[in-house]
């Protein structure tokens, strides 16, 4: 049964930083990605990572997230900076097989979710 589990999650004021990381029981060396869901709002991608470390974001969160990926320990990361109240939400680790095309929702494995809680 693949697995995938989030941790790193907590609350934070504004402009501070929080780092996610997320553990898989399969290879992490085709597609990963974050998602996040605020309450009351539709899940939504934050960024993702392809095979050979090609990276795609949000427009609401470029400049401010880092994903990466560290395949020999298979671990997901994704460092999050000047964090906003527009932030708030669970975040979501997310699999796939395929190696390329990785924006969009067509992922086979999730993780539980860890929260982000960011206050004004």
């Known amino acids: 049964q693949v697995q995938l589990v989030e941790s790193g999650g907590g609350s934070v004021q504004a402009g501070g930083s929080l780092r996610l990381s997320c553990v898989a029981s399969?290879?992490?060396?085709?597609?990963m990605a974050w998602f996040r869901q605020a309450p009351g709002k539709e899940r939504e991608g934050v960024a993702s990572i392809n095979s050979v470390g090609v990276t795609v974001y949000a427009n609401s969160v470029k400049g401010r997230f880092t994903i990466s990926k560290d395949n020999a320990k298979a671990f997901l990361y994704l460092q999050m900076d000047s964090l906003e109240p527009e932030d708030t939400g669970m975040y979501y680790c997310a699999a796939a097989h395929r190696p390329f095309s990785c924006w969009g929702n067509d992922y086979r494995y999730w993780g539980q979710g860890t929260q982000v809680t960011v206050s004004a």
């Open positions: 399969i290879s992490t060396r085709n597609c």
